[in-house]
C-alpha cells in the first residue's frame, strides 16, 4: 500500500483544515488507518484512527476538535481539524495497519506516508 497526503499548509489559529491520505490498490478498505503527527524536536504522536468499518479513535489532545472519516469507494482517508492551536503545529502522517486493537500505537502500522506539513500561527 503506497499512501499519499496532502491539505497541509498554514493557517491561524482557530482555522481549519483538511488533510486528505490517498491510498493505492485494491485493498484499503480491509486497513484501519491512523493519523500521527511529529514536531520538532519531539517522538511522532498518535492523533486518530479509524477502523475498516468507520469506528474512529482520538488522542484526548484533539477529541472534539478533529475528524477522521474514510471514502472506500475512493481509497481514501481524511482528517478534519478545527479550532486549530499553535500546538498542534507538526507534520502529520497517515499509516495503515489490518489492527484496529492498540491502532494508538505506532509500532502497529506497516505502511506510512511522506507527511504533509501543518503550521498554526498565533
Known amino acids: 500500500v503506497q499512501l499519499v497526503e496532502s491539505g497541509g499548509g498554514l493557517v491561524q489559529a482557530g482555522g481549519s483544515l483538511r488533510l486528505s491520505c490517498a491510498a493505492s490498490?485494491?485493498?484499503?478498505?480491509?486497513?484501519?488507518m491512523g493519523w500521527f503527527r511529529q514536531a520538532p524536536g519531539k517522538e511522532r504522536e498518535f492523533v486518530a484512527a479509524?477502523?475498516?468499518?468507520?469506528?474512529?479513535y482520538y488522542a484526548d489532545s484533539v477529541k472534539g476538535r478533529f475528524t477522521i472519516s474514510r471514502d472506500n469507494a475512493k481509497n481514501t482517508a481524511y482528517l478534519q481539524m478545527n479550532s486549530l492551536k499553535p500546538e498542534d503545529t507538526a507534520v502529520y502522517y497517515c499509516?495503515?495497519?489490518?489492527?484496529?486493537?492498540?491502532?494508538?500505537?505506532?509500532?502497529?502500522?506497516?505502511?506510512w506516508g511522506q507527511g504533509t506539513e501543518v503550521t498554526v500561527s498565533s
Open positions: 499509516a495503515a495497519t489490518r489492527y484496529y486493537s492498540g491502532s494508538y500505537n505506532r509500532e502497529m502500522y506497516d505502511y
Open positions: 490498490g485494491r485493498t484499503f478498505s480491509t486497513y484501519t
Open positions: 479509524i477502523s475498516r468499518s468507520g469506528t474512529p
